[in-house]
């Protein structure tokens, strides 16, 4: 069985300074992992992905994540943040060929200008 | 390209009503998924199509909720009554390949959602 654990229901950063935010996962089988993006009163956008080619993947916006087998997680960071990356971030697993995504609760992170 | 479009953005029907929801999927992607997130919590799978198939509706919480997909286009959520615990945001999301045993693996693209509040 799949699921998702984002360890942190909030993070707050002030501008400038690295994001982490951390997701652990569980997966019988060899997973694909996401990150997505919610602004308010927005879809929910793709960050990045992970499909077994590197384990460090990098996203848009300046995101990245890096595939730990091992500590099975995939944890979500960015060297600087802006103000515009105030949002919630979910991160998803699914099976690979399977048919379902798993969310994470979400993380919702501030921003301090 | 247009994206994934919902309608409405927003609901709000009384207990025991009738709601319909509806999603726009890309032109083109067989996959169409329904999500829920209710009153902050994870969002939840409801069920997938592929093209006007349901290939998996293990997810949907009981019998007061339809999903067709007729033709394979779009897809409508129907809630038939509603309940108080119904309310929350739902999802649809679309991908283009249709593998053997479905699959999200590939990028699956959001529509903003619809916001459910039944009172």
């Known amino acids: 069985a799949q699921s998702v654990t984002q360890l942190d229901s909030h993070v707050s950063v002030s501008e400038g300074t690295p994001v982490l935010l951390r997701c652990n996962y569980s997966?019988?089988?060899?997973?694909?992992l996401f990150w997505y993006v919610q602004h308010p009163n927005k879809g929910l956008q793709l960050l990045l992905k992970?499909?077994?080619?590197?384990?460090l993947v990098k996203g848009i916006n300046g995101f990245e994540a890096e595939f730990k087998k091992s500590e099975t997680s995939f944890h979500l960071t960015k060297p600087s943040a802006h103000m515009s990356d105030a949002a919630e971030y979910f991160c998803?697993?699914?099976?690979?060929?399977?048919?379902?995504?798993?969310f994470g609760t979400g993380t919702s992170l501030t921003v301090i200008p | 390209e247009a994206g994934v479009t919902q309608f409405p953005s927003h609901s709000v029907i009384e207990k025991g009503q009738t709601v319909t929801l509806r999603c726009d999927p890309i032109?083109?992607?067989?996959?169409l998924y329904w999500y829920r997130r209710v009153m902050g919590k994870e969002i939840k799978f409801l069920l997938h199509?592929?093209?006007?198939?349901?290939?998996?509706e293990s997810g949907m919480p009981n019998n007061r909720f339809l999903a067709e997909r007729t033709g394979g286009t779009y897809s409508t959520l129907k809630v038939q009554p509603a309940e108080l615990e119904d309310s929350g945001v739902y999802f649809c999301?679309?991908?283009?390949?249709?593998?053997?045993?479905?699959?999200?693996?590939?990028?699956?693209?959001f529509g903003q959602g619809t916001r459910l509040t039944v009172v």
């Open positions: 999301a679309s991908s283009q390949v249709a593998r053997q045993g479905g699959g999200m693996n590939t990028e699956a693209f």
């Open positions: 997966s019988s089988y060899s997973p694909s």
């Open positions: 992970y499909t077994s080619a590197a384990t």
């Open positions: 998803v697993v699914s099976e690979r060929g399977g048919n379902q995504f798993y």
């Open positions: 032109s083109g992607h067989d996959n």
């Open positions: 199509f592929v093209k006007e198939s349901k290939q998996d």
